[in-house]
């Protein structure tokens, strides 16, 4: 069979859905959907999604990206669910009684089903009234409230069960099963959500502005505990992936310039012609690493994943120091130690263990590279590169450039990872314009960014 003219458009669009998501789907793997749609067919939804995702993610992280996007071009149905147009509940409370007969079976079709009747029941506003209702899963979930079932769930999978009394083990398993498909049914009500709200609104608009991005595409000044853990588990693999990259620049810059009297004399073997270039070998040797970070606020978060990044990287540098401050400064490299450090516990650590904050706990930028300038400027040499992690608001205080100067006259190189928007530069008590006339200021709102930073920056 030939894919029909319509469903190789809908392909073209759901492709360019997962580009703007940051999925690196080209044509090549278009072609290769397009390919898998015209051998299995459309009988089978969830056989189509796993073709395509084989087809068009090749990197770990993005498949919940894929999900969403495929939800909203492949959508399981048009309209109200099937239940609603037969014989619905009427109302929250028989909606909740009959979700919790279905979380107690672990009926995946009846969830489905339900979640369509919940958004379309609890989930509608200004539907048929103007250009600005639709459907909402925060307000659906708000008013059944599903994590309230757990009890009532538990009772009926205890009646359910064989005779006997469940012990605290057997209990404690089945609520962990309980609260797993409880979030599942919320997962299904956000995919419901999005569904209805872009036969109102259109697909491509649902897509740009509901679909949560990939981890590495998160800003850190927004990313929420959970998302940052997330971020940290991919702390290895991103490492291990930077390192290859770094190891190859470094072979590359090792091999050196070429070194013309050897390339002649070489030559005379060949006629003259010069088939064997020589090189002047640059003598290898590692790089030392200072990280400069702000652990104060929502900029925490971006400090202590770079921190774990680049200290995962350790082999690649002859040396790593890691200082943190708030308003004052502090050498922290023994708790970032990825050997004793626990990711989820560093920064509450660095808070109480270190004496990054002595004064009122708001960013003091110029009290603290002064700080660092006094006390340790000697581990700063020809072969360092410091890295100044923060997004340089310094409440109203001095900036002390002259501290920062002092660093760049003794540093190899000297870059700034700011995690706010550029655009946000110079706004408020911003002092970023005046760091930046002085050393390199990149902007660094996520980890995709950092990777590439860390690639193009880090020295060899």
């Known amino acids: 069979m030939t894919a029909a003219p319509g469903l190789t458009g809908r392909l073209a669009e759901f492709v360019r859905a997962l580009r703007a998501q940051g999925i690196p789907a080209g044509p090549g793997e278009t072609a290769d959907a397009a390919a898998a749609l015209e051998v299995l067919g459309l009988d089978d939804r969830e056989l189509v999604r796993e073709g395509l995702a084989a087809a068009l993610v090749r990197r770990g992280g993005q498949r919940s990206v894929f999900d969403a996007a495929f939800d909203l071009y492949f959508p399981a149905g048009v309209g109200a669910p099937e239940l609603a147009r037969e014989n619905p509940p009427q109302n929250r409370e028989e909606l909740r009684a009959a979700l919790a007969a279905a979380l107690a079976e672990g009926d995946d079709q009846a969830l489905d089903q339900l979640a369509g009747l919940a958004v379309d029941l609890l989930g509608q506003y200004g539907v048929g009234t103007g250009p600005g209702g639709g459907y909402s899963a925060h307000q659906t979930l708000d ?36 609260r797993r498909r409880v979030e ?85 073997s060949t006629g003259g012609v010069p088939l064997r270039p020589a090189y002047r070998h640059r003598r290898p040797g590692r790089p030392e690493i200072i990280l400069l970070c702000d652990l104060s606020g929502s900029v925490a978060g971006f400090a202590n994943f770079t921190m774990l990044l680049v200290q995962a990287l350790r082999d690649q540098f002859s040396k790593i120091r890691v200082f943190g401050f708030v308003d004052s400064t502090d050498e922290v490299t023994h708790l970032v130690d990825t050997g004793a450090a ?119």
């Open 143 to 178: 008013r059944l409230q599903p994590q309230t079932l757990i009890a009532q769930v538990l009772a009926a999978m205890r009646a359910s069960s064989p005779a006997g009394s469940p012990d605290e083990f057997t209990d404690r398993l089945a609520r962990d099963e309980i």
């Open 184 to 268: 599942g049914f919320r997962g299904r009500v956000r995919t419901e959500a999005r569904r209805r709200a872009a036969e109102l609104r259109g697909r491509e608009r649902i897509a740009k502005h509901a679909i949560a991005p990939a981890a590495d595409r998160v800003d850190f000044l927004i990313a929420s505990r959970t998302q940052l853990a997330e971020l940290r588990r991919t702390i290895q693999p991103l490492s291990r992936k930077l390192a290859t990259r770094l190891a190859a620049r470094r072979k590359r810059t090792t091999r050196g310039h070429i070194d013309l009297r050897r390339t002649l004399r070489r030559s005379l």
């Open 342 to 460: 626990d990711p989820e516990q560093l920064g509450a650590r660095m808070l109480s263990e270190a004496a990054v904050v002595r004064w009122d706990g708001h960013s003091d930028y110029g009290r603290a590279l002064g700080q660092f300038t006094a006390h340790w400027l000697d581990a700063v040499g020809p072969r360092t590169s410091v890295l100044i992690l923060g997004d340089a608001r310094t409440n109203g205080g001095d900036p002390n450039l002259d501290a920062v100067r002092a660093i760049r006259s003794r540093a190899r190189h000297v870059h700034w990872l700011n995690p706010e928007r550029q655009s946000l530069w110079g706004t408020g008590d911003s002092a970023a314009p005046d760091y930046a006339d002085l050393v390199d200021m990149h902007e660094c709102r996520n980890a995709h960014q950092l990777g590439v930073l860390v690639t193009r920056l880090l020295p060899t």
